[in-house]
């Protein structure tokens, strides 16, 4: 009922009138600035490390795919209570300048790369191998294998993270609340 009452009083000249001040473009620029920071952060990451676990003789592949994904189970404001607990003023005395964009972008980084890692792993792990067997046999090198086929089929699925993780950390409000 109140939040029926709510938008039921809104007057579209106040909204306006909200959306031409600076600070809400200064608010606005901000916002997209970090997001879009730690989303190129966080999917570059994700795809290198699941690469990784995927296309090499690594060994505890297993363990690292369940350390890698244990953050997405707890929720993100308790990722930003982490980092101002180790690296704040009273933590270990390491000063990363952690509050205002850098501490957001750790700590979104830390919330979303879960989810972009899952993504991109299970994208590698089905991946058809049939061209990369094709590539071997004609003696294509294996760093024209990841530029030739590589890329271009992670084409959709870094796009799909992309826009997954981009989402996820611009609605957040737990790690920026708790930096």
Do not use: C
Request: cysteine-free; charged content about 10%.
């Amino acid at each position: 009922f109140p939040l029926i009452t709510v938008f039921l009083n809104i007057n579209g000249a106040d909204i306006a009138e909200i959306f031409r001040t600076d600070q809400f473009r200064t608010y606005l620029w901000n916002s997209l600035t970090t997001t879009i920071a730690a989303t190129l952060l966080s999917v570059g990451l994700a795809f290198t490390l699941a690469w990784l676990i995927n296309r090499t003789k690594m060994r505890y592949k297993s363990l690292f795919s369940v350390l890698f994904t244990l953050p997405m189970l707890i929720p993100s404001i308790s990722h930003g209570m982490g980092l101002v607990l180790l690296f704040g003023d009273n933590g270990l005395g390491i000063n990363i300048g952690l509050y205002g964009p850098t501490g957001i972008i750790i700590g979104s980084i830390l919330y979303s790369f879960p989810v972009a890692f899952l993504m991109l792993t299970d994208i590698f792990r089905y991946e058809d191998f049939t061209t990369y067997e094709s590539a071997e046999v004609l003696g294509v090198s294996k760093l024209k294998q990841f530029w030739v086929i590589t890329l271009p089929n992670m084409k959709m699925p870094l796009i799909s993270s992309l826009f997954a993780v981009f989402t996820m950390i611009f609605t957040d409000y737990g790690v920026p609340l708790s930096v």
